[in-house]
């Protein structure tokens, strides 16, 4: 039964590609730069990282950035949320979405975010009310009803393609064949993953035009969640002199258990919760028990996951692991952005 439903969402995803390339579906022109940031399959990626990394590029020099998304998980899908404005944060992660809140946190100052299921009316918005220069589609590569100057796929290293079976039998939101419209590739998390150079090859043969780089995921630091503005960071030295459960709720929970074994932190435990988990009181309750039954003195989750726990009660220490992308060829990746 999966197998067919996948057949069928398949079908309905390559006749929809089909409709825009002869252009029978109409494409938007939001009257300003567009760099869209998606991938092949449901699920992380490391998209997230990327497009911090490349609004950080776009606002060194000079843009006024617009980060178009859907707000996945978020309370009002239908409502049109501003998260920031580019100056304050102006929601909660619960209106705005975990992803949306996280990025508006890191880059608090650099950038506006919107969060709207219509993304063509709130360009449009967003370029009269802000003066927007560049426009970022945050998982953008199947939203073709936008015009883009770029098109960024990411493919993750540790399963490029769902498994080779559209959704829901997989993780497929389309076929491999769709990587002819990218412009670029990033295979993310090299470093955790294996066989990098025949998945380059892969790529290569798919689309022979496109611009194929490597990323790597890197933890750059650790901070205490109720404490995520202070400029105090405890060294990653003195969290690894513990025992540590680590948890999250973030479509591949595993890379980021794997993510802490490699770097060296002793992870007695691991809970993984669904992509886009909202966090009660009694989840805290349940971590920590477990977290005590491991014999682990402290707790680890992702930024992600930070945004909808500040305001919950721990009573075991609770850090923030923040994870940055390393590019292998980071000039030229920001010539193209």
């Known amino acids: 039964m999966l197998w067919l439903l996948g057949h069928i969402f398949g079908k309905v995803a390559e ?63 239908k409502e049109r949320v501003v998260v920031t404005d580019g100056k304050r944060i102006l929601t909660d992660a619960e209106h705005a979405g975990d992803e949306p809140f996280e990025l508006a946190k890191k880059l608090l100052g650099k950038v506006i975010i919107i969060a709207d299921a219509d993304r063509v009316s709130a360009g449009e918005w967003a370029r009269r009310k802000f003066g927007v220069t560049t426009f970022i589609l945050d998982d953008g590569f199947q939203h073709r009803k936008v015009k883009r100057d770029l098109d ?13 079976k559209m959704l829901p039998a997989g993780r497929l939101r389309e076929q491999k064949v769709g990587l002819d419209r990218a412009d670029v590739v990033i295979v993310t998390r090299a470093n955790l993953g294996s066989g990098i150079a025949v998945l380059r090859s892969s790529i290569a043969d798919l689309n022979p035009e496109t611009q194929i780089f490597t990323s790597e995921t890197a933890i750059s630091g650790v901070v205490d969640l109720k404490d995520i503005q202070s400029k105090r960071r405890p060294t990653q030295r003195e969290i690894k002199e513990h025992k540590v459960f680590a948890f999250c709720g973030i479509g591949n929970p595993e890379i980021f258990f794997k993510q802490l074994w490699q770097d060296g932190f002793d992870a007695a435990g ?59 060829r980071p000039a030229e990746l920001a010539a193209l952005v």
Do not use: W
């Open 15 to 77: 006749l929809r590609n089909s409709l825009y390339d002869k252009g029978v579906l109409d494409v938007f022109d939001l009257r300003a730069r567009v760099i869209s940031v998606g991938n092949l399959t449901a699920g992380g990626t490391g998209k997230t990282p990327l497009v911090a990394y490349i609004s950080n590029i776009l606002h060194s020099r000079g843009e006024t950035v617009c980060i178009l998304t859907r707000g996945y998980g978020r309370k009002d899908p």
């Open 152 to 164: 960024i796929v990411c493919i993750d290293s540790t399963d490029p393609f769902g498994g080779g």
């Open 270 to 328: 691991t809970k993984a919760f669904r992509d886009h988990f909202v966090y009660s009181q009694k989840d805290v309750a349940e971590i920590e028990r477990l977290a005590r039954d491991s014999s682990a003195d402290l707790l680890l989750t992702t930024a992600k996951d930070a945004v909808k726990l500040q305001e919950l009660e721990f009573t075991l220490p609770c850090y923030v692991v923040e994870i940055e992308m390393v590019i292998d």
